[in-house]
């Protein structure tokens, strides 16, 4: 199986996250809000979040998870040829949040946002390796990074106990006979008005229809790629899902009989940091030693647009 991933030499050398250290439990909420942690853990799993300082800025987040990821994989800023950074909370219209994080870590390379919401780093991972394989950029930081509280309405139950902030980062190096990551990207031909944050304003939610995409699209979506690339659930050691609601997880496993053991969980800590919860959850995944060099890890993303990206990756 590990032959039909493309051996063309782009891998992850190093992982890392960050996240506020203001946290913000389910009975903070509840003292404000008309909820419980009872009704916010059973119908979502959440029971924390993290939360920024208001001066601390997307960016900020994103340099502290890129700076970890860094260190990881023995790099320091000079060495990055390219930033990648996926967020739908950047700091400015512009200059990018990217352009913000190369001068905050020193660097010179390039640098751009991408825009996918929930999918965002799945979107940039994919990305970034493809224009990897062109032989232009041969280290590069991708980053997926969100400040979603500074986009809510606090008075909203709807939408106020779902998110936190945070950022996730992995390098990206060439190393010629790695296997490098395979993605399959897409959307759906409705619902982009499902889940919106309008430029100034703050995040609208139909959760239902959000829930029953967030199912369909999973089993979908781990499918496909396990038939294209003819994986058994064995060949896997983790599927890392984007942390949106442990319920959905749960559906979809229950759908496809997947253990839940198999799916990285951790939003009862972190709530749902949209670009940031895939790579969050795969340093984390790294840290706790739940995955090793050579271990096949799939990642998948999905949430407004309605969109949805799926990652096989081969850890270095
Ligand atoms: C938002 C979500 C948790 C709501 O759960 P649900 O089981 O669908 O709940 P419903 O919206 O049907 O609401 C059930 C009841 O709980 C109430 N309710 C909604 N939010 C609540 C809250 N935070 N606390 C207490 N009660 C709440 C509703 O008003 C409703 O009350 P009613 O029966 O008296 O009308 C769920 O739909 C969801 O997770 N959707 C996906 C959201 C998501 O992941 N978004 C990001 C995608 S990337």
Redesign the pocket.
């Known amino acids: 199986m590990q032959s039909a991933l493309n051996p063309n030499g782009v891998t992850i050398t190093g992982t890392g996250f960050y996240v506020p250290t203001s946290l913000l439990t389910n009975l903070d909420l509840a003292a404000s ?4 942690d009872e ?2 853990s059973q ?2 799993g959440i029971r924390q979040r993290y939360i920024a300082e208001a001066s601390a800025e997307t960016s900020d987040l994103a340099v502290m998870a890129a700076t970890d990821a860094l260190h990881r994989a023995q790099l320091s800023p000079e060495d990055v040829d390219l930033i990648v950074v996926a967020t739908s909370t950047p700091d400015y219209a512009f200059p990018s949040t990217a352009m913000l994080v190369k001068q905050k870590l020193g660097s010179r390379a390039p640098a751009f946002d991408l825009s996918a ?2 999918s965002g780093f799945v979107y940039a991972l994919s990305i970034s390796s493809d224009l990897m394989k062109s032989g232009a950029y041969h280290n590069v930081l991708v980053i997926g990074a969100d400040k979603f509280s500074k986009i809510m309405d606090w008075q909203n ?2 939408t ?3 998110f936190g902030d945070g950022a996730g980062a992995v390098v990206l190096q060439s190393r010629p006979g790695a296997s490098s990551p395979f993605s399959l990207l897409g959307s759906e031909e409705r619902g982009a008005d499902t ?1 919106i944050s309008p430029v100034t304003g703050q995040i609208t ?1 139909h ?2 229809e ?2 029953k995409f ?1 199912v369909r699209i999973l089993e979908s979506m781990l499918t496909k790629v396990m038939g294209e690339l003819e994986l058994s659930l064995e060949d896997i050691a983790l599927i890392i899902p ?1 942390q ?2 442990v ?2 997880i749960e559906h979809a496993a229950d759908k496809m009989n997947i253990p839940m053991d198999k799916f990285f969980m951790n939003i009862e800590t972190y709530g ?1 940091t ?1 670009a940031a919860s895939i790579p969050i959850a795969l340093a984390e995944a790294v840290e706790q030693q739940r995955i090793q060099a050579g271990d096949i890890v799939v990642l998948a993303g ?3 647009g309605l969109a949805w990206g799926v990652q096989v990756i081969q850890l270095g």
């Open positions: 809000l008309d909820t419980s009704w916010i119908r979502t919401a929930c139950r709807n106020a106990v779902l889940l939610m959760g239902r959000v829930f967030g984007h949106a609601n319920r959905i749902n949209s999905f949430g407004a």
